[in-house]
């Protein structure tokens, strides 16, 4: 059902609708237009620490970011484009990213398409929602979770995750729910943090430091992509503060 049900919020479920799994039938729709398919109270584990700490940092996330890819890339275009460019994209694509945060990627994707970005962290959301607003661009947003996506199998063009697996609760089932939602054919991207960057920048930055733990989990979950996947490759991009983990869905 929907909560808090208006003219608008009915006309956002059915635009979507055609995704959603038949067994989510209870969708809170906010006023903003995020979609709620999890209760926050029933996120535990590591889910529940990063939540939190992206609710905290969400109003300085596009900023701080828009500093620091300035002065270490040339700008935020040249950082996104080293992943965003593995996508294949036709037009009247509809496209997920999972852990969307801020929907800072949108912003460089082509305009004929459709847009939809999955985060748990409810205050990005409401950041996503802000930008999207003022680069013109439409979305639909869902607080959920990318290791039990709410959609149907097979139904996007285009699957793609930046940031955020490293520290799953369940890689392993992040990446199946990508695998059972992308169709047949599609190119699957993951791209997450590498130590170097972990060492190198999170550990020394004030509030978010000591939320990162170093170790043997960081890096491209190659061990976890299922055998029967085509064209698997990866490489470090971002001068190897990230790695772009990519595969193809027979």
């Not at 729709?29 to 620490?49: L, S, T, W």
Request: glycine fraction near 8%; include cysteine.
């Amino acid at each position: 059902m929907l909560g808090k049900c208006t003219k608008s919020s009915k006309y956002i479920y059915q635009q979507i609708g055609h995704t959603m799994q038949n067994n989510h039938d209870d969708i809170y729709i906010q006023e903003n237009g995020i979609m709620q398919i999890i209760d926050e109270a029933n996120v535990i584990g590591d889910n529940r620490k990063y939540l939190e700490l992206y609710d905290k940092i969400a109003p300085l996330y596009r900023v701080s970011n828009a500093i620091y890819f300035a002065l270490k890339f040339g700008g935020e275009k040249n950082y996104r484009n080293e992943f965003l460019s593995e996508l294949e994209i036709e037009s009247g694509d509809e496209i997920l990213e999972t852990s969307v945060g801020a929907g800072d990627n949108f912003r460089y994707l082509p305009n004929n398409v459709t847009l939809y970005g999955l985060d748990l962290s409810y205050g990005m959301l409401k950041q996503a929602v802000k930008n999207t607003k003022r680069w013109q661009r439409k979305a639909c947003f869902f607080q959920g979770n990318a290791e039990v996506l709410p959609f149907k199998n097979n139904c996007f063009d285009v699957v793609f995750h930046v940031g955020g697996i490293n520290f799953f609760n369940n890689k392993q089932e992040a990446i199946k729910e990508m695998i059972r939602v992308a169709k047949s054919g599609t190119k699957i991207v993951i791209v997450d943090e590498t130590e170097k960057l972990i060492e190198s920048t999170y550990n020394k930055t004030p509030i978010i430091k000591g939320y990162y733990q170093s170790g043997e989990e960081i890096g491209a979950p190659l061990g976890l992509i299922p055998d029967e996947m085509q064209d698997i490759t990866c490489n470090e991009i971002c001068k190897g503060l990230m790695y772009c983990l990519t595969f193809r869905k027979p």
